[in-house]
């Protein structure tokens, strides 16, 4: 089912990686991921979530603070019975894992331009197919998947048209515009209004929004290296002033966690 990222004919097993009938070749890690991600495709180095991004929201997330959320998502995804699905932007794979353990029979994939991130996520499910690559270029074949999972990632839309089988769809989970609301409040002296509408937009001919929900909580943020991971995994890492990141991390506090899923159809097949 991988293509090469290069030519995009199909890729077959050769000594410890990958390789498709042009000679295009692709080692296996020996932490058991692939990179498909050719040097001609990347824009920087080290493209994506660099070490202490991964790290932070590994140790972030591994406290359980958003476990409600993974779970849900899981459940959502559980219940559409997928046979081949892709976390695309997977990160370090926290929410991937999850969703690989309430889908034990189907075919799974995660993929995200941060070999940093890949690099620790394939260790949290061997058994799926983890790939350093890019959401623009997926090296899977067209009609390929069942279900898409996006979390907190951004997409491009017309590579998960491409890779939806007709009749799947993509589960799309991403903050309300009330999350994390009081961190923010304390960040800036303006809070930025977010539209959590605005993906629906971008919704391409051939695809259509077929359910929402939304899922909101309080948390304690009750120590300081939960309240420094979460800084330092979000955009408000290096966009709030040293002054202002300091007093967040300095005290105890409760914020709203509030998160919707969208759960995108591709039309069947007529
Ligand atoms: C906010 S993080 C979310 C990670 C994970 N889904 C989670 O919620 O823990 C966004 C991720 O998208 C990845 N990313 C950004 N641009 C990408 C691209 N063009 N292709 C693949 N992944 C990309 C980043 O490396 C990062 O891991």
Same mark, same amino acid.
């Given at each position: ?15 410890? *990686?990958? &390789?498709?009938?042009?000679?295009? @070749? #692709?080692?296996? &890690? ?26 932070? $929201? ?52 995660? %993929?995200?331009?941060? $070999? ?7 260790? @949290? ?16 074949? +067209? ?5 898409? &999972?996006?979390? #907190? ?13 007709? *009749? ?5 989970? *991403? ?13 800036? +002296?303006?809070? $930025?209004?977010?539209? +959590? ?10 695809? $259509? ?7 909101? #909580? ?7 290296? =939960?309240?420094?991971? %979460? ?10 002033? =040293?002054?202002? @990141? ?25």
């Amino acid at each position: 089912m991988l293509t090469c990222p290069i030519c995009q004919a199909q890729l077959s097993p050769v000594d410890n *990686g990958l &390789a498709c009938p042009a000679n295009h @070749r #692709f080692d296996r &890690a020996r932490q058991g991921y692939y990179n498909l991600l050719p040097v001609q495709h990347k824009n920087s180095r080290d493209p994506g979530d660099n070490q202490a991004m991964v790290e932070a $929201r590994r140790r972030f997330l591994d406290g359980g603070h958003y476990a409600p959320l993974a779970k849900r998502l899981a459940e959502l995804a559980a219940e559409r019975g997928p046979l081949t699905w892709l976390d695309i932007g997977c990160g370090e794979g926290y929410y991937t894992a999850q969703l690989a353990e309430l889908l034990p029979e189907a075919d799974g994939h995660a %993929l995200d331009i941060s $070999r940093e991130a890949v690099k620790r996520a394939c260790k @949290r499910a061997p058994q799926l197919t983890w790939l350093v690559a890019s959401m623009a270029r997926v090296p899977l074949g +067209d009609a390929s998947c069942d279900l898409l &999972a996006s979390v #907190f990632s951004p997409l491009d839309w017309q590579e998960a048209l491409r890779l939806l089988k007709p *009749g799947g769809g993509l589960l799309r989970m *991403g903050p309300t515009r009330v999350h994390l609301m009081e961190l923010r409040q304390k960040l800036y +002296d303006e809070v $930025r209004d977010y539209d +959590d509408q605005k993906h629906l937009e971008l919704i391409p001919a051939g695809m $259509r929004l077929a359910h929402s929900e939304t899922i909101s #909580f309080p948390l304690l943020l009750a120590d300081a290296q =939960a309240r420094a991971d %979460l800084l330092a995994m979000t955009p408000h890492g290096w966009r709030a002033s =040293a002054e202002r @990141r300091a007093a967040v991390i300095a005290e105890d506090f409760e914020v709203t966690v509030s998160i919707r899923y969208d759960w995108i159809e591709k039309g069947s097949a007529r």
